[in-house]
């Protein structure tokens, strides 16, 4: 039996076995992504992007592809979308989205993490105006509009000391091919 899932941004089938009580109705498949919190002398790490010809304003962030871990995600991304290395040093919170505009649900693991060494020479991901840096008081006057209010939210947590052990974070996949 296929399925499709409710609420993701691209139609995703799923293989649902027979005799499941999982009613394919009730499939709910949110996208999701990571975001990376980087602070670095009272500043934070964003990104300006065109979104649907829009320019707006995130942290670097990106969804989750298949058998990566939610921490090399966010690294991933963070180096694709503003050239910076980081180092995730604790998980800010996990945020449950859906927008408004056209009902795409997402699951955001947002992560404090550390800036190790700038690429200035990379080429940003095809979208990506350039990365800046911008402090709470800044990113209240930046003209750029936050791309969603997670933005705000995410930073908030981080700034109000939300921080998790990323030891939460179990990849099972991994852990079983190598017998942990």
Known sequence: MVAVC???????????SEGSSMNAASRWCPEVTVAAIVEREGRFLFIEERVRGVLLLNQP?????????????????????A??????????????????????????????????????GRALDVGIERALWLSAEELQQHP????????????????HGSRHSSALLRHADQLLRVGA
Do not use: M, N
């Open 6 to 16: 409710l609420g993701g941004g691209s139609t995703k089938l799923v293989a649902i």
């Open 144 to 159: 750029v509009p936050a791309r969603s209010p997670l933005v705000g939210l995410c930073l908030r947590d981080y700034q």
């Open 83 to 120: 050239a910076w290395e980081i180092e995730p040093v604790a998980l800010v919170g996990v945020y449950q989205w859906t927008s408004p505009r056209d009902g795409v649900a997402f699951l955001r693991f947002a992560f404090a993490a550390k800036a190790l060494r700038q690429h200035p």
């Open 61 to 81: 962030a990106g969804h989750l592809e298949a058998d990566e871990t939610l921490l090399d995600a966010v690294r991933r991304e963070t180096l694709e979308e």
